[in-house]
């Protein structure tokens, strides 16, 4: 019984871990796909609309691949060019997840 008990426990704990980590990565590309996409594009290459008339460069740029994450967080927290600042309308936890998905399309 006790030990019944106790292997339950460690499933809801382990399930609970599991969903933590995949929620952090979903909300990451979720805020991505509200707030960054628009400019960026699905992939990171800004080829249409916005992207295209602002002139964002794509991941496929050596200027943005050799930024780390660090320096891209502070860039999308303060703003760059006409990126306007994100620290008022985003968490940093946000704002590193974006990052984060963004960072998954340069290869
Ligand atoms: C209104 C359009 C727009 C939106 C929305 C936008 N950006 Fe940008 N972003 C830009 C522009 C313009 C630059 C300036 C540098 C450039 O030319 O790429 C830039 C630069 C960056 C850079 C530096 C590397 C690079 O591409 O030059 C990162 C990283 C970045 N944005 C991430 C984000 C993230 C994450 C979000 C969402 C939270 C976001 N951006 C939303 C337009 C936008």
Redesign the pocket.
Known sequence: MNNTIRSIVVLAVFASLVCAVGFAQSSGEA??KQ??L???GTDGL?SSG??KI????S?T?P??KK?TEAE?IE??RNG?????P?KDE?TKAQ?KG??DY?RTFIK
């Open positions: 805020i991505y707030k960054c628009n400019c960026h800004a916005i992207g602002m002139k964002v460069k991941v740029d200027e943005v930024l891209m860039m999308v760059c060019g006409k990126m306007q994100y985003l704002i974006s990052v963004f």
